[in-house]
Structures are given as structure tokens and as C-alpha cells.
């Protein structure tokens, strides 16, 4: 079992920056790959960008690439999303997520979710 917990969130102008935090109790974070997702409202929730346990290789979604940067700390049992450059398009609750199996750009790859932590970017 992995618990997860984000925080970080908040209310920033257009072209601002915001880092969220992830911080993961349980056993054995750093044999995860670990993803950060998001959900607008009246959207699904969609992929935003992974990192994997070995080697800490990151992947990125088109509209965030360039702009967001996620990176973990295995010693610490955290992970972050830097995120440049906010766009009120970025708005939506964002997740942090610890994967099973499976293609890790994909939601159902993911078998442990955080609450999620809001980011409302305005205009």
C-alpha cells in the first residue's frame, strides 16, 4: 500500500509558477513510477506527466511540455511538479498517482491516487 498526499496548490495569475508537492508513505515508493494527472471540471481526468523508478525518466503530455518539469526525491519519499508559464487552461484538480503495470501514460496503469490539490490560474 502507497498513501499519497499533494499540496502545493493555489490561486496564481497567468504566466506564474506553482510547484506542487507529493508526499508518499507506505512501502517501497522508489519502486514506483510515479505520474501527476488532472481533472477540469466537466473534463475526465487526463495525463500530465510520469517519471520512472529506474533511471527517473520523464515523460510529458504535448500541452505541458516545455513548461512543467516533475522530478522525485526517493529519499524523501517525494515527488514534484514544477509548473512555469501557467495558462488558465491549466486549471483543473491535480493528482499525484503511483502506478502498477501497464503503460504509464495511461490512467488505468495507476493503482494508488492522492486527493488532489487545486490550481486555478486566472486570467
Known amino acids: 500500500q502507497v498513501q499519497l498526499v499533494e499540496s502545493g496548490g493555489g490561486l496564481v495569475q497567468a504566466g506564474g509558477s506553482l510547484r506542487l508537492s507529493c508526499a508518499a508513505s507506505g512501502r517501497a515508493f522508489s519502486r514506483y513510477t510515479m505520474g501527476w494527472f488532472r481533472q477540469a471540471p466537466g473534463k475526465e481526468r487526463e495525463f500530465v506527466a510520469y517519471?520512472?523508478?529506474?533511471?527517473?525518466?520523464?515523460y510529458y503530455a504535448d500541452s505541458v511540455k516545455g513548461r512543467f518539469a516533475i522530478s522525485r526525491d526517493n529519499a524523501k519519499n517525494l515527488m514534484y511538479l514544477q509548473m512555469n508559464s501557467l495558462k488558465p487552461e491549466d486549471t483543473a484538480v491535480y493528482y499525484c498517482a503511483a502506478a502498477g503495470s501497464g503503460l504509464p501514460r495511461k490512467i488505468e496503469s495507476y493503482n494508488y491516487w492522492g486527493q488532489g490539490t487545486q490550481v486555478t490560474v486566472s486570467s
Open positions: 517519471i520512472t523508478w529506474i533511471g527517473g525518466n520523464t
